[in-house]
Nanobody
């Protein structure tokens, strides 16, 4: 079973930067993709950015040019560097992972507990 541990949220002024980190722990799994979603109050959870095992990157339009996702396959860690933050980036950010268990070859999806990002104007 995989667990995700997130860190890096906080309060920042508009125009500032934050870096979110997510580490997957567990054994006997093959990571397929990892990424970050966010959910603002009263809104649906949405994809921010994700990285696939083949290195393919996906970004929300709102994140392009400001956010950068990177991963360390050996450590099963994903980082989200967020620059030029705006008040509308304020949300709970959730790490997400989609993986396959080595023993059963079944696919699973897991979520982190969330980390709050608040951008003040």
């Amino acid at each position: 079973q995989v667990q995700l541990v997130e860190s890096g949220g906080g309060l920042v002024q508009a125009g500032g930067s934050l870096r979110l980190s997510c580490a997957a722990s567990g054994t006997t799994f093959i990571m397929n993709r990892m990424g970050w979603y966010r959910q603002a109050p009263g809104k649906q959870r949405e994809l921010v950015a994700q990285i696939h095992s083949d290195g393919t990157l996906d970004y929300a339009d709102s994140a392009k040019g400001r956010f950068t996702i990177s991963g360390d396959d050996a450590k099963n860690t994903v980082l989200l560097q967020m620059n030029s933050l705006k008040p509308e980036d304020t949300a709970e950010y959730y790490c997400n992972a989609f993986y396959r268990a080595r023993t059963t070859l079944r696919y699973f999806e897991v979520w982190g507990q969330g980390t709050l990002v608040t951008v003040s104007s």
